[in-house]
């Protein structure tokens, strides 16, 4: 018996060159969405333009609107040279980054004017929120091993190594689903005026007594805008407010200290948008706490005081970048206060926290000072996770939505 061919039903060879033939003829219908584009301030460029010079710009190695500082900014006579990076904490928390930044903190909640925003959802809406929850903690498709579970009890004992997904890709996920359904009920009147970028490198180098302040950081999520947030508080309000005193301790505790030509090769003023991008200022930023990564030098675990003295800190870059980038390098006294909201999370607990850069004279306890308001972390859920072969999320907090739908009405 002669074996043949498998044949198939349709052939396929002959189905492809059908479609080539056919699709070949179709007429480009030109539509309207460049006029529209255009009219909503969105720069359009030709496609045949950006792959041509796709190449090019994969090859270069220094990002367009990074600005090398130049020596003369550096001190050279100061003998500490201190770098934050986004794996750092502070030792000593809350308290060492109001000192460090010349920060006061005035409520234990988020200012009036968010709070405000802060209403109730209907009931759809709260089941796509919760569904949002669903696909991003427990449906989604990644399996990699998981950090190393460990017994205090039992030091020696080896657990065997869980798959699951990470805490980065649950933040990542559940901050885009989240701010995709916050565009759909706002709509286009406040989409059109925001871009989110990912992954937005920043790095600024600023001056405080005698010492040198490097800080590199990554924000995960960067919500931009072509309004600036405007301002919640009154510069001169802080009269009865005093900065944190750490004595004996130094403010720097915990810092890395590294070399003079260190800094000077590696300072770049790093801001993920050119001079000429319409979303200039940064509205949210969204960043992820990761344990693995987030580590205290001493090893021990890191707290939620630490945790929330990141999100200062981080929002203090970001705001003082885009300060930098505003209004130039040797700025101090800023022509008009710089806020910014900020959303730490580990995939389960979330922070809010807002800050109000108000000056970059940070040297001593007197004069300007910098606001920030910040609440206590919220669990948006208890468990989410599989039992029986069957999903189960229980402990659903609905507050955490109402506070991301909060952040982006803000004006």
């Not at 539509?31 to 994969?58: G, Y």
């Not at 405007?230 to 005093?242: Q, T």
Request: a positive charge; proline letters at 4%.
């Amino acid at each position: 018996m002669k074996f043949t061919q498998l044949l198939y039903k349709q052939h396929i060879g002959k189905a492809k060159r059908y479609v080539w033939q056919h699709q070949r003829e179709r007429k480009i219908v030109v539509s309207k969405a460049e006029e529209i584009l255009k009219s909503m301030k969105f720069i359009v460029q030709d496609a045949t333009e950006f792959i041509s010079n796709q190449s090019a710009l994969h090859n270069s190695k220094m990002i367009e609107n990074s600005i090398a500082v130049k020596e003369s900014i550096l001190d050279v006579n100061s003998k500490n040279y201190l770098t934050f990076e986004d794996h750092n904490v502070l030792q000593e928390g809350v308290p060492q980054a109001l000192l460090l930044t010349k920060t006061v903190k005035l409520n234990n909640e988020l200012p009036e004017k968010i709070q405000k925003l802060i209403t109730d959802i209907p009931k759809n809406i709260n089941n796509l929120s919760k569904r949002s929850v669903y696909t991003s903690m427990i449906y989604d498709a990644q399996q990699v091993k998981l950090s190393k579970l460990k017994d205090s009890d039992r030091p020696a004992w080896v657990f065997p190594r869980v798959y699951g997904i990470t805490s980065t890709r649950k933040m990542q996920n559940l901050s885009k689903k989240f701010l995709q359904l916050c565009e759909s009920l706002c709509g286009l009147n406040d989409a059109q005026y925001k871009s989110v970028i990912h992954d937005g490198l920043l790095s600024a180098c600023i001056g405080k007594e005698d010492n040198f302040l490097k800080f590199s950081l990554k924000m995960d999520i960067m919500m931009m805008s072509s309004i600036p947030l405007a301002p919640i508080a009154d510069v001169n309000m802080d009269n009865n407010f005093d900065v944190p005193d750490l004595y004996p301790l130094h403010y720097t505790i915990g810092l890395s200290r590294d070399k003079l030509d260190n800094i000077i090769s590696s300072s770049k003023i790093l801001y993920p948008l050119t001079m000429d991008s319409p979303f200039m200022n940064v509205h949210t930023i969204f960043i992820n706490h990761n344990p693995e990564e987030v580590k205290n030098l001493t090893d021990l675990p890191v707290t939620e005081d630490q945790i929330h003295a990141r999100s200062m800190i981080k929002s203090f870059g970001a705001a003082a970048i885009c300060a930098q980038q505003k209004f130039g390098l040797s700025v101090k006294e800023l022509p008009e206060p710089i806020v910014v909201q900020c959303i730490q999370s580990d995939g389960q607990n979330f922070h809010f926290s807002v800050y109000q850069l108000n000056t970059l004279d940070i040297d001593g306890k007197e004069g300007i000072k910098n606001f920030w308001w910040s609440e206590p972390s919220i669990k948006l859920y208890e468990q989410a996770l599989y039992k029986n072969g069957q999903s189960c999320l229980e402990g659903y907090n609905s507050d955490v939505f109402k506070r991301y739908l909060a952040f982006y009405k803000n004006k």
